[in-house]
């Protein structure tokens, strides 16, 4: 069975809360101005059953940008009252993951050299990925884990803080273990509504000296690349480094070193390192440097703004001309994969079971259920092949090599439609 790369199994139960916020959760501004809006749209990842179509709820999702501090970001905030907890998604079954992570553990502790003993920090520790790639028992290592994916962390013999990160958290680790010498950060800073107190957090543990990273994915190569299905409701933030840097100033925080960084099949992100501001750190060249292609990309004006919410028009347009022109010439459509971002796809696209068939998927519960919004069967794998489809619309697209390579749904003749950032129809 094919495991996807960039498979998710966090699913939700119905229930939810919603709130709209009215100020720029970077800076405070109510300069906000509207991008890109998607319509109202189910969250992601709530997969439903057929008797539960009439209640099933949805929540704006639109895309607006913030005039003062240049930050692009979700207003509308819906977060699940029952995330069904049994299934997590676990970070270590990826060998992609792992190696990215050891390349970054392995560069940071020969950069900095941190002395034996240090404190050591995750957030976001998930099932303690980032913490095993640390030598054992050289540094007091600490992850940060609200979801029940911290229990297999802790059976491995880490500490796990169970909590949401702020600066509440932050203060409870410097007092319970010292003060910190390094800390990662990677994927959390999309999720997170209250930036300034996550922020804070960072400033109240850090040592004098200490460092933390972020990565996170990247604005300006999202609006290039056309990755709009990664705006879903869980994602908060979409981040520059001009609006973070504002942030981290006002928390006394300093931007040393700002890169970017290829992470495998999802493409370029944002790696940031962060000192205090009373550290004897300066900023790097790398962050002016940063900041300037920033500035001549257009983060501040409309420009790049307009440009990306037509190429998203034009995406969703020629996608629905390829699969209808694909139907007409008589092929059988499915989908392969549901992972959350292809839910944004196919609301966005308007697709239903009138022109998507069914859904392949290997998370068993997902299956049996159907897709929010479009409402679209999902089956399994073996469902899937057995049904015959002549070709799939693969939401994975950011993994397409590796599906054209690999999947039996292609060595028995099916053809994939790779959607963005314009469709085409492999192999
Ligand atoms: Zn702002």
Redesign the pocket.
């Known amino acids: 069975m094919l495991v996807s790369p960039g498979a998710t199994g966090e699913i939700y139960l119905m229930n939810f809360r919603y709130k709209k916020n009215d100020t720029?959760r970077?800076?405070g501004?109510s300069d906000l101005s509207l991008v890109l809006d998607l319509g109202d749209q189910p969250p992601s990842n709530a997969f439903v059953k057929t008797e539960d179509i009439p209640t099933e709820q949805s929540f704006p999702l639109r895309l607006f940008r913030?005039r003062?501090?240049g930050?692009s970001q979700l207003l509308d905030v819906v977060n699940a009252q029952d995330v069904f907890d049994d299934y997590y998604y676990l970070s270590s079954t990826s060998g992609a993951l792992r190696n990215h992570f050891q390349g970054l553990v392995d560069g940071l502790l020969s950069d900095y050299s941190p002395n034996e003993n240090s404190v050591i920090v995750d957030v976001g520790a998930n099932d303690g990925i980032m913490l095993d790639r640390y030598p054992k028992d050289r540094f007091r290592l600490v992850g940060v884990e609200p979801s029940s994916a911290g229990q297999y962390a802790e059976q491995k013999g880490h500490i796990i803080v169970k909590d949401f990160f702020g600066q509440e958290v932050g203060r409870r680790i410097k007092e319970e273990y010292g003060p910190v010498a390094l800390v990662t950060a990677t994927n959390v800073c999309a999720h997170v509504d209250d930036m300034v107190n996550f922020m804070s957090g960072f400033a109240e543990m850090l040592d004098d000296d200490g460092l933390a990273v972020f990565e996170c994915s990247y604005l300006p190569d999202m609006m290039e690349g056309v990755y709009f299905d990664t705006i879903y409701h869980e994602h908060l933030c979409y981040h520059g480094l001009t609006?973070l840097k504002a942030l981290l100033r006002r928390v006394g925080l300093r931007a040393v070193k700002a890169e970017r960084i290829s992470f495998g099949a999802s493409g370029p992100a944002l790696r940031l390192t962060v000192a205090l501001e009373r550290s004897g750190r300066k900023e790097g060249a790398s962050v002016q440097s940063m900041l300037d292609a920033e500035a001549a990309w257009g983060l501040m004006s409309d420009a790049p703004y307009d440009r990306f919410a037509e190429k998203v028009e034009s995406a969703t347009r020629e996608l629905r001309e390829t699969v209808a022109k694909q139907k007409e010439s008589g092929n059988r459509i499915g989908v392969f994969t549901a992972p959350a971002k292809g839910n944004t796809l196919l609301n966005s696209a308007r697709f239903t079971s009138e022109d998507l068939e069914a859904v392949a998927e290997n998370n068993a519960l997902k299956c049996g259920k159907l897709t929010p919004g479009s409402h679209i069967p999902v089956i399994s794998d073996e469902e899937f092949l057995g049904r015959k489809f002549d070709m799939a619309l693969l939401l994975s697209w950011n993994y397409a090599d590796f599906f054209v390579s690999n999947s039996d749904f292609v060595k028995q003749g099916g053809r994939f439609i790779v959607p963005l950032p314009r469709p085409v129809i492999r192999p």
Do not use: I
Request: proline letters at 11%; one cysteine or more.
């Open positions: 720029c970077m800076c501004s913030c003062s501090c930050s609006p």
